[in-house]
Structures are given as structure tokens and as C-alpha cells.
């Protein structure tokens, strides 16, 4: 589809997702270089055919590279063969061993798979087995949440009660589950701002949870979730000891442990899984994104045999988890991840991001000093710059710089103020270096 073709369509119907509608639709100069047509490694070519440098891996989700031959293929084949497979009392040899790679891929002691088709539903799952495994245990009267302000567990009525970002929230206070709570976010400008990697200061926010559950008292409180890294606040990266410190006072106090994988699973962190990076163990474990490149619609939630044991009681004809989705192991998202799997291995892809993440650190640091960047962070391969709010108008000194880097091919992601950066894992240091250099030239440009 040419420029012209696109300049005909009717923008209204389509109600984009996280999106300011109007100021897309309403002026063809805020469309220039957003209107993608097709893709491949790690560039987006537009309508006009204008070439973008891809800084985001799509939405996180596609690491490895746009239409990989080998998951193409793989999408391609499965087709010929199984399209759907009734997901209920039924099921695949795929799906099954797809459970065993990715129990494999998780730290020891999570071996059992549940799928579901987004991190959202990933995140309603997984608070759903907290709930049901302590009522199974016998200690139903642990049923409040603590999620973490900043966090971002998707847009479900349990992802947004325990996330803590205020613009997905107070539109839907009235749907927001009871009884959770939040502990503080660990961002904070004067003691933090331009660390690369851990910062140091900030272990010492975990013991809010001390505070929590003197409040509640811990026998009402079922589980904690945290993103390990926070990605859609913008890179928020643990303090050194943080998550440790999480994991011994919810070991201490019988709450589980949720993970919420779904950026950092899966290659962004070097490793199968942020719990292995970080070295800290959880009790479930999200995912979405990552587990097949985006391809095909999918997420799920890996959880400890313990917890699984536990679900396993009653007459063995019954069901023991009532919770599901039709779609849940769907065939073709199941073909994308077992050859997204294979790429990670055969590409040597962790020992690549680890290689690649030094490239970054050292590409994002050197912004330092530019007008109006106030801080850099990095966490293996996702980075952020964050930029002084122009005068009265926050988020709008994010979108010039967004524009700018647009007219000179690098598509990056924006979320008031801060710019952030999660390139493929296929990227070259080179593209990571010129992307740099673009932002760069996009924060001088836009002013
Ligand atoms: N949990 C986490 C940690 C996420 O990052 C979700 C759950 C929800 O996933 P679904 O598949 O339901 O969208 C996410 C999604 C960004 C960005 O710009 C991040 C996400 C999605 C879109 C944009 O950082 N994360």
C-alpha cells in the first residue's frame, strides 16, 4: 500500500488501543512515518516505505528479529496440519511439549505450564492459582493482593488492581478487586538517577512489605507480584538486594511470590527468566511476549510443582482448576514458540543480549549531559532516558523526540516523559550505537 492508499482510508472505526485517537486521525503530519506496512529483522517499512529502526522489539515481543524464517515456517507448517485443537479435556503432543521446554527454561522446581493468549490474562491466572492454592490449603482467609506502585501487570480487573499506574486505575476504581495494596516504587530521581544497572540505594523499600503486613497481618494476604524489572513505567530497574529482601520476607510470612515475566522472560535479561538473572526464586512465574516472538497470541504461567501438588486432590475424574481459555495452547502460537525456542538456542541468543547489553549501557550513558535528560537507565538489554517535562505541557516534549527520531528511521517508545529502548536481540552494536545517536539528535531537534 502506497502513501496515497493510506491517506484515503477511514481512520475513525478503528478505536486504537493506548492511543491518543485524535491527534493521530485528525492531522495526515502526525501520521508521517506511522502507518507500518510490512517488516522484517529488525526494521518496520511504513506506507511511504520509510525504513524504522525498531527500538522496542514491537511491544517488547519481538526479539528475535520481525518474520523469522524459521517461525514463519513453522506458523506456515503447522497450518497444513492442525489449525485449532479443542483446547478443553483434549489435547496436543505440541502443547505438551512445549510445557516440558519451557518448565526446562524455568529455575528449578517450576514444572508445570499454563497457557492463556496475553500477559493479561497471564497476570489474572496467575492471581487466580494464589487464591485457589491457599484456599486449597485450608487458609481461604488469605485473599488480598500486594502489588507495587508504578507496577504494570496488564489491563484485566486483577492486573489493574495490583498495577499502579494511576491513568489505568481511576477510570475503573469502581471494578478494582478489594483489599489490595501496594508497595512504594522504587524510583526515585536524587538517589538513583543515571546508576547503570542496580542502583545501589533503595534495598531497604522491600521492608515496606514488613509495613504491609503489620497492617493486614500476614495471614490475609495471599500473594505479592512484582514486575522484577518495571518495563512499562519506563525501565525501572530493582535496587542491588531488593528483590531478595522481597523474596525472604514473603518466604518468612507465607505469601507467594509472583514474577511477572511477561518483558523480561524469555531473552531480554540474558537468561530464560529475570528470576535466574537477578537469582531469585519466585512461586509463579508470567510470561507472554517473548515465548514465540510475538507471532501468534500468547502467554502463560509457570508454577512450582508444590503448587500444582496442591491443586491435585479430589476425585480424579473432576476438574481441579476451574480456568481456561479456548484458545489456551492455541496450535499455531504453540508451532511460533517451539521454533522461538529453537532460534534461542541455535542463535545462541542469552550469551548475545548479555554481549549486546554491554553495547547499550555504554550507547544510553553516553546521553548524559544532554539538555533536559535527567536520567539514564539500563537493565541488560532494556534502557530508558527520561526528559524534563516541558513547562506545563508533560508527555509533549516525549512526543517531539518520538517525531523527530521518526524522520530519521528509529521507532521508539514513549511514555510521558521517558523514552525507552528495548532493541531486538538480533540487533548489531552498530544499530545500537546509531540508534543512540539518533535519540541524541532527536533531543537536541526537539528542543
Ligand atoms: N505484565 C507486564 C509486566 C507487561 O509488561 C502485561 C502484563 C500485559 O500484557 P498484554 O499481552 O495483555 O498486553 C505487560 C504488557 C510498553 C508496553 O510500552 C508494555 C506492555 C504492553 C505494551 C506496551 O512498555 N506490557
Avoid at 488501543?17 to 507500518?36: G, I, T
Avoid at 529455575?107 to 492454592?133: I, Q, R, W
Avoid at 530464560?272 to 512465574?285: E, G, H, N, R, S
Wanted: with cysteine.
Amino acid at each position: 500500500m502506497g502513501h496515497n492508499d493510506s491517506e484515503q482510508l477511514n481512520l475513525n472505526p478503528y478505536w486504537m488501543p493506548f492511543s491518543h485517537n485524535r491527534y493521530y486521525k485528525q492531522d495526515a503530519a502526525h501520521r508521517v512515518h506511522r502507518m507500518l506496512a510490512r517488516a522484517e529483522g529488525s526494521y518496520y517499512w511504513t506506507t511511504e516505505n520509510h525504513k524504522l529502526y525498531d527500538a522496542l522489539s514491537g511491544l517488547w515481543c519481538c526479539g528475535l528479529g520481525h518474520r523469522h524464517p524459521r517461525l514463519v515456517e513453522a506458523v506456515k507448517q503447522q497450518l497444513d496440519v492442525l489449525d485449532y485443537g479443542t483446547a478443553f479435556q483434549m489435547g496436543t503432543p505440541g502443547v505438551f511439549k512445549l510445557a516440558e521446554r519451557i518448565a526446562e527454561a524455568a529455575p528449578a522446581g517450576f514444572e508445570h505450564v499454563f497457557f492463556c493468549n496475553s500477559g493479561s490474562e497471564a497476570v489474572d491466572t496467575a492471581l487466580k492459582m494464589a487464591l485457589a492454592y491457599h484456599r486449597a490449603r485450608g487458609e481461604a482467609h488469605r485473599t488480598r493482593f500486594i502489588g507495587r506502585e508504578k507496577g504494570y501487570h496488564g489491563v484485566g480487573f486483577g492486573g489493574i488492581s495490583v498495577g499502579g499506574m494511576v491513568a489505568n486505575r481511576k477510570m475503573f476504581a469502581a471494578g478494582m478487586l478489594p483489599g489490595v495494596d501496594h508497595l512504594p516504587h522504587t524510583h526515585n530521581l536524587k538517589e538513583m538517577a543515571f546508576s547503570r544497572g542496580e542502583p545501589q540505594w533503595g534495598s531497604h523499600l522491600a521492608d515496606e512489605l514488613e509495613r504491609l503486613v503489620a497492617l493486614h497481618d500476614a495471614s490475609t494476604i495471599a500473594a505479592v507480584i512484582v514486575e522484577p524489572m518495571q518495563g512499562s513505567a519506563g525501565v525501572i530497574v530493582p535496587p542491588q538486594g531488593y528483590l531478595k529482601r522481597l523474596r525472604e520476607l514473603c518466604t518468612k510470612h507465607g505469601i507467594l511470590l509472583i514474577f511477572d515475566e511477561v518483558i523480561t522472560g524469555f531473552g531480554r535479561m540474558g537468561q530464560p527468566f529475570a528470576a535466574q538473572y537477578f537469582d531469585v526464586t519466585p512461586d509463579l512465574i508470567t510470561f507472554a511476549k517473548g515465548v514465540n516472538n510475538g507471532l501468534v497470541p500468547m502467554g502463560g504461567v509457570i508454577a512450582t510443582k508444590s503448587i500444582y501438588d496442591t491443586f491435585m486432590t479430589g476425585p480424579d475424574h473432576m476438574v481441579e482448576f476451574f480456568h481456561g481459555y479456548t484458545y489456551s495452547g492455541h496450535a499455531l502460537a504453540v508451532a511460533a514458540a517451539h521454533a522461538a525456542l529453537d532460534v534461542i538456542a541455535e542463535e545462541q541468543i542469552y550469551p548475545r543480549v548479555n554481549a549486546l547489553s554491554k553495547t547499550l549501557e555504554e550507547a544510553v550513558h553516553g546521553l548524559k549531559g544532554e539538555a533536559n535528560v535527567i536520567d539514564i537507565r539500563n537493565c541488560q538489554l532494556a534502557a530508558a532516558v527520561e526528559l524534563a517535562p516541558m513547562e506545563g505541557k508533560p508527555g509533549l516534549r516525549a512526543i517531539r523526540v518520538f517525531e523527530e527520531a521518526l524522520k530519521r528511521g528509529v521507532l521508539f517508545r514513549f511514555t510521558g516523559d521517558i523514552i525507552a529502548m528495548g532493541p531486538t536481540f538480533v540487533s548489531t552494536p552498530e544499530e545500537i550505537g546509531h540508534m543512540a545517536e539518533v535519540l541524541r539528535e532527536s533531543i537536541r531537534a526537539a528542543g
